[in-house]
C-alpha cells in the first residue's frame, strides 16, 4: 500500500459554481479565479510528492486547517461555511492528473474542518492507494 502525505500552505478555498457569461450571441462558462488559483496551488503541491499519478482505486484523507475568528476562541471544529463538501472538491479537482488519473478514483474519503491552533491556515493531504487491497474491510476497521 503506498501513502503519500503533504500539506498546502495557505487558506482553504471552496469550489464555487462555474460562471456563465452571455455575450453576443455567445455563451460560455468559467471558474472563478479564485477557485483556479487555489487548484493550481494544489496542483503544484501534489506534484512535489508524485513522480506518476497512482493508479486504481485510493482513499483520500483532507484536514481543512482555517484562521479562527475571535468570536470561536472555544471552538475546534468549524461549523460555519464554507460547506466541507465545496472545500473537498476544489482539492480533489486540484489532485486530478497528479495523484491520479482522476477523482472518480477516491473510493475511500475521510475530512475535517478545524480552526488552526499552531501555524498557518493550510490543508493536510494524504492518498493512499487501494490497489492491491484485499478488500476494504481493514481499511475501514472492520
Known amino acids: 500500500m503506498q501513502r503519500v502525505s503533504f500539506e498546502v500552505i495557505g487558506d482553504p478555498v471552496p469550489k464555487a459554481r462555474a460562471r456563465t457569461v452571455r455575450k453576443g450571441g455567445r455563451t460560455w462558462s468559467f471558474t472563478p479565479k479564485k477557485v483556479a488559483d487555489w487548484e493550481k496551488l494544489v496542483k503544484a503541491e501534489a506534484e512535489k510528492h508524485f513522480t506518476e499519478p497512482l493508479r486504481g482505486p485510493v482513499a483520500l484523507t483532507i484536514g481543512f486547517y482555517m ?20 472545500l473537498e472538491k476544489a482539492v480533489l479537482d486540484g489532485l486530478n492528473g497528479v495523484a491520479y488519473m482522476d477523482d472518480r478514483l477516491v473510493v475511500v474519503k475521510s475530512a475535517a474542518k478545524l480552526y488552526v491552533r499552531v501555524g498557518e491556515p493550510r490543508v493536510s493531504v494524504v492518498v493512499t492507494s487501494l490497489l492491491n487491497q484485499a478488500s476494504m474491510d481493514g481499511f475501514l476497521g472492520r
Open 67 to 86: 484562521r479562527r475568528p475571535k468570536s470561536r476562541r472555544k471552538e475546534n471544529y468549524v461549523e460555519t461555511t464554507p460547506d466541507l463538501d465545496n
